[in-house]
């Protein structure tokens, strides 16, 4: 297709007026602090697909922190075992990432972040998120707490080196 390929997909994932009780989250989940920037610019750049998942820069990264859009789980020595990162609008309210590291998945740590966000959010009524068509664990857990899709679609191509 002129020069492109198909790379992935990502689709829309809404919410509105959940009917699920969220519950506060745990002292080990807190707002990011500037302490944790260099944390999560290198978690980003270890785990996130840049054409996917559109890692953000250091200065995005500093102003979601000052935005108070940024939550951590920490262990006991203070190390990141997984954030998310939601913006808040006036009616809308918007996951954009939520990210657990690889060897601490499986333990309910997405469960966790996921329900500390929607109960920061639970005064917003519409929620919304993308993820990739290829990643069901996060559908799956998306789903459980009552987000469905919503039948956007948004195609990712990627540029062909023609070699000749």
């Not at 750049?45 to 250091?58: A, H, K, L």
């Not at 990739?132 to 990712?156: M, Q, R, T, W």
Request: charged content about 25%; aromatic content about 14%.
């Amino acid at each position: 297709m002129n020069g492109f390929k198909a790379y992935a997909q990502l689709k829309k994932m809404s919410m509105i007026n959940s009917s699920i009780e969220q519950q506060e989250a745990g002292k080990d989940i807190t707002i990011a602090k500037d302490k944790d920037i260099s944390s999560l610019k290198k978690l980003f750049e270890e785990n996130f697909d840049r054409f996917t998942e559109r890692p953000p820069s250091i200065g995005d990264i500093e102003n979601a922190i000052q935005n108070e859009d940024i939550y951590c789980k920490f262990d006991n020595f203070g190390n990141i075992l997984g954030f998310y990162w939601n913006r808040n609008m006036k009616f809308l309210s918007e996951l954009r990432y939520l990210f657990v590291i690889n060897k601490y998945r499986g333990l309910g740590i997405g469960k966790e972040l996921l329900s500390s966000c929607l109960f920061n959010t639970s005064k917003i009524n519409r929620k919304q998120l993308w993820v990739l068509e290829n990643n069901p664990s996060a559908i799956n857990l998306y789903k459980k707490f009552g987000y469905e899709f919503d039948g956007l679609v948004d195609h990712i191509f990627i540029m062909v080196n023609n070699q000749k």
